[in-house]
């Protein structure tokens, strides 16, 4: 069944259960937490598998897309779906590989939005903030998103030790999504 983003447009998906897609409920509510601050902006995706969220931030306007993801099968899937949407004016990119590398490979310096969706039992959350933090990948004015399960979310007090700031918590069903600021 193909996933379906604003706009009731259509995205290639991956077969099996090996990607677990952002909800489209999880979806709406970050991009109207987001909304009238994504035209122009640079976002990243990390651990991106369909790429759904940065295809949600290519047709809200963001002018630069870049998404990193570990499998290859995901990354020709991302890169269909985000050519099929991209405007002549955006520019899109998608890294393979494991994102703790690939950070280290951006060609935007900085980004207005990141987000952050590893496998929810992985150990990514603290390495990966914490690498996000050193490289200064965010804008002063940005913010990141990181999703995670109810059940088993990251360490927020480590999480706040390496100097983000908690803007806010929200919950979606099993669903967490933690925004941080610098």
């Known amino acids: 069944m193909p996933l379906r983003i604003s706009g009731q447009r259509s995205l290639k998906t991956l077969p099996g259960h090996n990607t677990r897609p952002t ?3 999880v979806r709406q509510a970050i991009f109207n937490i987001w909304q009238g601050r994504l035209q122009g902006c640079c976002w990243l995706d990390l ?5 759904a969220m940065g295809a949600e931030a290519l047709l809200r306007g963001a002018e630069w897309v870049v998404g990193i993801e570990q499998s290859s099968q995901a990354c020709q899937v991302i890169r269909q779906n985000w ?12 890294l393979r590989g494991d994102v703790r590398q690939k950070l280290l490979q951006l060609p935007v310096p900085q980004f207005d939005f990141i987000y952050f969706d590893p496998p929810y039992k992985s150990d990514l959350y603290l390495p990966v903030l914490q690498l996000l933090w ?7 004015t940005g913010e990141i998103a990181v999703e995670c399960h109810t059940k088993n979310p990251p360490d927020l007090e480590a999480i706040l030790a390496i100097g983000w700031q908690q803007e806010r918590i929200k919950t979606y069903g099993s669903t ?3 925004f941080l600021r610098r």
Do not use: E
Request: aromatic fraction near 0%.
């Open 83 to 94: 050519s099929t949407l991209a405007q002549p004016h955006q520019r899109t990119l998608v």
């Open 176 to 178: 967490m999504i933690l």
């Open 23 to 25: 909800s489209a409920k």
């Open 134 to 140: 050193q490289q200064g990948c965010l804008r002063p």
């Open 47 to 51: 651990c991106a598998g369909t790429g």
